[in-house]
């Protein structure tokens, strides 16, 4: 961790005190808008109860804030690139804790929606340049060090949400879920300030035709997978579908012809660049089919209890931990390609022995299985994001950020709605979860299958970025 914070002859980034104090910032921020993803979940019942609404409606509240997120996240890290990446953060700590103050004090569920979609929006500003911002932050020797903690503060956030959630419960009335963000915010506003590096972007102007058509077609992605999840009626879903591709055709073409686009194609002229993207889809599209098959799995098939099939997925996030800063780490002195490659060899094997999972498993036999996963997926996820931002020039930084978060999120939705179809092709449906018995295990095998069929496709084209040639953009 030291060697974080020294300083060598010919070093890009900020001086290494300067860094101490700006590692801080991004932990904390990152901290905060990914634990807002989570910690509200466990609220929701009581939520719904204090507010006098329905379950279901409430169900929302968590929504918004992934919808906000999925629609901005790459017109935001367009955005950075044209006003500057320390502008745009602090502008998204700003509106982040000023909804999270006004989440606190919502009466009513239609503000409380409103202010949680607006609390993403500001969370999409900052998380979307978060690896835009370390590149400028961390010299090139370190950034995959850098990646590494944030995966890991990625990881721990997301395993210690319910937990926290459900711990501030105990004590406290939910209103405190958001208002605890605000004196955090205000620090971390305060610091970001003094020591987070002054960029002006490139200026010029920003392309909202592509910011709105991006938008819609995230939107229609993440609304048409959760409509499958509910088994909504097949002409919604047709309409969604409809209108992602549409777009999605639209955006391309946009690209293509505008001046200044919003996403610039030639970023995908680097071999070993597209190769990364193309990895971090498949590895995500195994992940998000695993994060929604293994509950029925657990609970259907098996008989444990919600809190226990929680509970079994917490060997996954702990070994991303525990391992993320190391790969990472070590990306920056091998090859990032080869320690990616060995990652989702290893994640794809945690796959594939899950599930060869028998009738009767132990609590152990899926523990470390679900520990295996997350070794390999911490292995892979560091270097592959260190391998995926320096394949791109500088002044392309923004626009890898959101390359990469569109990996992610069309790779996780995509998961998911194969899930969906798997289990709706045996007369199974993710919304009978109140029926959990009633679920067909041969479609959540099958779809375990699928995702260990993706990652080992992710890691057929990891393995071919080896004999490429190190490629580092300038």
């Not at 500001?122 to 060090?145: D, E, H, K, V, W």
């Amino acid at each position: 961790m030291s060697r974080l914070f020294t300083d060598l002859a010919g070093d890009d980034g900020i001086p290494a005190a300067q860094r101490r104090v700006a590692i801080i910032v991004m932990i904390l921020v990152t901290g905060m808008t990914v634990l807002d993803g989570s910690i509200v979940n466990v609220a929701l019942p009581i939520i719904a109860r204090d507010l006098n609404v329905l379950p279901a409606a409430a169900v929302w509240i968590a929504n918004a804030y992934i919808l906000a997120g999925a629609m901005t996240m790459v017109a935001f890290a367009s955005l950075g690139d044209v006003i500057g990446f320390r502008r745009l953060y602090m502008g998204g700590i700003l509106l982040f804790t000023i909804s999270s103050l006004g989440c606190a004090l919502s009466h009513s569920l239609m503000s409380l929606n409103i202010l949680r979609f607006i609390q993403g929006i500001g969370a999409a500003a900052a998380m979307s340049i978060g690896p835009a911002l370390y590149r400028n932050i961390f010299p090139t020797r370190l950034l995959g060090t850098a990646l590494g903690i944030n995966a890991m503060v990625v990881a721990s956030s997301l395993a210690a949400g319910p937990a926290i959630g459900g711990a501030m419960l105990s004590v406290l009335s939910w209103p405190w879920l958001f208002a605890v963000n605000v004196p955090i915010g205000i620090v971390t506003l305060i610091l970001a300030r003094r020591v987070l590096p002054t960029d002006h972007g490139r200026g010029g102007k920003f392309d909202v035709a592509g910011a709105l058509l991006s938008g819609l077609a995230l939107a229609a992605i993440v609304l048409g997978v959760d409509g499958l999840s509910r088994h909504d009626s097949i002409g919604n879903e047709l309409i969604f579908a409809a209108v992602a591709i549409l777009s999605i055709v639209l955006f391309i073409i946009r690209q293509k012809r505008a001046a200044a686009p919003l996403l610039p194609l030639d970023i995908f002229s680097s071999i070993r660049f597209s190769m990364a993207v193309a990895t971090s889809v498949c590895s995500f599209i195994g992940q998000g089919i695993a994060f929604i098959a293994l509950p029925f799995l657990f609970q259907g098939a098996y008989g444990f209890s919600p809190l226990m099939s929680a509970a079994l997925f917490t060997p996954w996030p702990v070994a991303i931990m525990i391992t993320a800063p190391i790969a990472g780490r070590l990306a920056d002195r091998y090859s990032a390609a080869l320690l990616s490659t060995c990652g989702l060899a290893v994640y794809t094997l945690g796959l594939v022995l899950l599930t060869l999972l028998g009738k009767h498993p132990s609590v152990l036999d899926i523990l470390w299985r679900a520990f295996i996963c997350g070794l390999g997926f911490g292995f892979f996820q560091s270097p592959n994001n260190r391998e995926l931002m320096t394949n791109a020039p500088r002044s392309r930084s923004g626009a890898a950020s959101g390359v990469l978060a569109i990996a992610r999120t069309f790779g996780q939705s995509l998961g998911a709605a194969l899930v969906a179809f798997a289990l709706a092709a045996t007369g199974t449906h993710l919304a009978s979860t109140a029926d959990t018995a009633s679920i067909d295990a041969s479609a959540v095998h099958l779809s375990l299958w699928i995702a260990a069929a993706s990652t080992l496709l992710a890691t057929t084209i990891s393995a071919l970025r080896i004999r490429h040639g190190r490629q580092t953009a300038s």
